[in-house]
């Protein structure tokens, strides 16, 4: 429910309120995004031939004209509001794809710039409630996500 929710948003065939909430988010490793972004950065691909974009249980996949096909590959976890049947955060920890040639190495580097691009926009609007989160979620997510700045700090000294 929760995944064919998401494709079809992504896919234009229902709008955002049907299946997010107005703080919905969506982590992709340690970048966040609007739930909004995903299809910007759906129809910034287009221009590389993106014929779909969808999650799955194993991640999130692209499909191009060229036959060109590769997969953010991990853990997807999905957190709803059963009262709203809506989606409250989607959740994705993944490494790096391979890259087979120059087109997937130019893809990837346009959506790791719209991402980073959508994870600043993010947290300049972004009303965040630490404490909400802390509450509704496990121990883990908590830590994952307060530690955020001092591990993005980290891995630019790198």
Do not use: W
């Not at 995944?3 to 966040?32: A, Q």
């Not at 299809?39 to 969808?54: E, N, T």
């Not at 194993?58 to 009262?83: C, M, P, W």
């Not at 990837?108 to 009303?127: G, N």
């Amino acid at each position: 429910m929760l995944l064919s929710k998401i494709n079809s948003y992504i896919s234009g065939e229902i709008p955002l309120s049907e299946c997010f909430t107005e703080t919905s988010f969506i982590r992709l490793n340690m970048i966040y995004v609007f739930p909004e972004s995903l299809r910007f950065i759906v129809g910034g691909l287009s221009k590389f031939g993106l014929q779909k974009c969808h999650f799955t249980e194993d991640g999130l996949n692209f499909h191009f004209a060229d036959g060109t096909n590769f997969q953010f590959e991990g853990r997807l976890r999905g957190y709803a509001i059963k009262s709203l049947d809506r989606i409250n955060s989607l959740e994705i920890d993944f490494g790096q794809p391979p890259v087979a040639n120059r087109t997937v190495a130019c893809v990837l580097k346009s959506i790791e710039r719209s991402m980073m691009k959508a994870d600043c926009f993010f947290f300049m609007l972004y009303r965040f409630d630490f404490d909400s989160f802390v509450l509704n979620h496990e121990l883990v997510d908590s830590i994952d996500l307060l530690t955020l700045e001092i591990r993005r700090r980290l891995s630019n000294k790198r």
